[in-house]
Nanobody, 125 residues
């Protein structure tokens, strides 16, 4: 069973940048399809980005395209989310998630088996 630990959240001004990291325990990180989700207060958790097992394919929520970049380093068991040009609407708790399911929908919470504890991102106006 995988354990996921996020880091890198914080307080930033509008237009600023943050890089989130998620370290996954275990020796089979390359077998996990990875996603980043976020949940703002009183809103449902939503997908932000996802990345395939070898990093060859990435997926993004429309509102973050061109601003956020997901990447992974399989040698370090780590997935990253580089967030640029941040807006107040990006304020949320950000979660990384992992799955080994062969058939999945990248934007569906149900596709993911393991979750981190979350890291807070706050963008001030």
């Amino acid at each position: 069973q995988a354990q996921l630990v996020e880091s890198g959240g914080g307080l930033v001004q509008t237009g600023g940048s943050l890089r989130l990291s998620c370290v996954v325990s275990g020796r089979t990180f390359s077998s996990y399809f990875m996603g980043w989700f976020r949940q703002a207060p009183e809103k449902e958790r939503e997908v932000v980005a996802a990345i395939s097992w070898n990093g060859g394919t990435t997926y993004y929520k429309d509102s973050v395209k061109g601003r956020f970049t997901i990447s992974r380093d399989n040698a370090k068991n780590t997935v990253y989310l580089q967030m640029n040009s941040l807006k107040p609407d990006d304020t949320a708790v950000y979660y990384c998630a992992a799955t080994q399911k062969g058939l999945l929908t990248w934007g569906s919470l149900r596709s993911y088996e393991y979750w981190g504890q979350g890291t807070q991102v706050t963008v001030s106006s």
